[in-house]
């Protein structure tokens, strides 16, 4: 609780501080009142408060940080979003995350519930670095479909295959994936928008090569995901949604599904 009070002081403080006009909520597009997949960055002063996908809050018109303080004690991590370029109908942009996995791999490294690794397990020190850069394009009057290409990698201590075992679990698979190799090159686009009234769209394909790893060759992961959503406004929103996971693993492909709902609020 003590590190997101502080993550919201800074991030008040620093926005207070940052020159800028900001936009209200009636001139920022609709699009952008709410973060998605996208090169937008929520309007300066602007925060968001999601269920699932954690705190948002636009920095500048340009700049976004976020975090999740639901998983931050034991994932530790920071996100950033930046507008480098804008006109009326694109947008580029560039995003990036810093997380520290020893801490969740050592809370999972236990026999029973929620035991994912063997307990004999010893996950080294790293930082994992993820950045893409987006190209988002408004096609159709509010109507978005984005591009992105980027990689993530780690810096770790050595470590063998006993010290730390392949992390095979759906979904945080290809996560993990830049403990065990040189890093993961990615690929994905994204369309969203409005199907009629308050009732929004999004989905979303991202391509995952895992190179490297251990017991695995051509190692690779698909992810899906399309979410139906309305938004109360430009206040409250709710979502469903439905997240696919297709990867080739050692004991070979398996296709799994996760349902979800979300709540989220901005303002």
Known sequence: MRRWLSFAAVAAAA?????GRAETDDTAPPLRRFSGANALTLPRGRWEIDLLRGVRHGLTDSFELGLNPLVIAMLPHLEAKFM????????????ARLSYPTTFL???????QFGLLPATSRPPIAVVFEADAIASSEWFEDELVSVWIGAAVALHEPF?????????FPFLYQRFAPLYGPGVPRTGFSFEGVVVGGVHYSTEFVAYLLPGLPDVEGASA??????????FGDRWALGAGLRTSYAKYPYGRRTHFLPYLDVRASF
């Open 222 to 231: 698909l992810e899906h995901g399309a979410e139906l959503e309305y938004r």
């Open 84 to 95: 480098a370029a804008r006109d009326r109908r694109h947008v580029l942009g560039v995003r």
């Open 160 to 168: 063998t295959a006993e010290e730390l075992p392949l992390l095979d």
């Open 106 to 112: 050592e809370l999972v490294s236990k026999e029973g």
């Open 15 to 19: 926005s207070a501080a940052l020159p």
